[in-house]
């Protein structure tokens, strides 16, 4: 009878040990945050329009940063500058290169309150490790004024199905 309660016991131990793993099991969309500051005497002696070089996302380069959401991710991308009187502004975001199908429907412009770009959500529909480069287009704002030179960066986006 020892065993028997002993063996239950063990029994209840393994199966809530699995049920708690599966409760850490992330599936619940979020809003990703995702920062860089420019550099702006790096910009203006920036041979060309490909900024991408001079932008690390939380602390990676943007060349090897990948954001990895899931459906619902709100992907909110902020580049602030090195001086106060100048805003990094989006002005468009294109595909690059990867999924062209997640582009097309599985994700769909964010703006702020202003209607300025700032990020992209995941839409229902996408696969899981569907994967794609794109392009953010972005202008300077000096002093409320949008300046005419457009600058690139290129970041990537890859779906998973749970954090």
Same mark, same amino acid.
């Given at each position: 009878?020892?065993?028997?309660?002993?063996?239950?016991?063990?029994?209840?131990?393994?199966?809530?040990?699995?049920?708690?793993? /599966?409760?850490?099991?992330?599936?619940?969309?979020?809003?990703? %945050?995702?920062?860089? $500051?420019?550099?702006?005497?790096?910009?203006?002696?920036?041979?060309?329009? %490909?900024? $991408?070089?001079?932008?690390?996302?939380?602390?990676?380069?943007?060349?090897?940063?990948? $954001? /990895?959401?899931?459906?619902?991710?709100?992907?909110?991308? !902020?580049?602030?500058?090195?001086?106060?009187?100048? &805003?990094?502004?989006?002005?468009?975001?294109?595909?690059?290169?990867?999924?062209?199908?997640?582009?097309?429907?599985?994700?769909?412009?964010?703006?702020?309150?202003?209607?300025?770009?700032?990020?992209?959500?995941?839409? !229902?529909?996408?696969?899981?490790?569907?994967?794609?480069?794109?392009?953010?287009?972005?202008?300077?704002?000096?002093?409320?004024?949008?300046?005419?030179?457009?600058?690139? &960066?290129?970041?990537?986006?890859?779906?998973?199905?749970?954090?």
């Amino acid at each position: 009878m020892k065993a028997l309660k002993g063996l239950i016991l063990i029994a209840t131990f393994i199966l809530m040990s699995c049920s708690s793993d /599966e409760e850490k099991i992330d599936t619940t969309p979020m809003v990703q %945050d995702v920062t860089a $500051t420019l550099d702006l005497d790096a910009l203006n002696n920036l041979a060309g329009t %490909d900024a $991408t070089g001079l932008i690390r996302f939380n602390g990676i380069p943007a060349s090897e940063y990948t $954001t /990895e959401a899931i459906v619902g991710d709100e992907i909110i991308y !902020e580049v602030t500058t090195t001086s106060s009187n100048t &805003i990094v502004r989006f002005v468009e975001f294109h595909f690059s290169s990867g999924n062209e199908e997640l582009w097309a429907n599985g994700l769909e412009s964010v703006l702020d309150t202003t209607g300025w770009l700032v990020g992209l959500e995941v839409l !229902e529909g996408v696969n899981e490790d569907d994967e794609l480069k794109f392009d953010i287009d972005f202008q300077l704002e000096v002093d409320g004024q949008l300046q005419s030179e457009v600058y690139t &960066i290129d970041p990537k986006i890859k779906i998973k199905s749970r954090r």
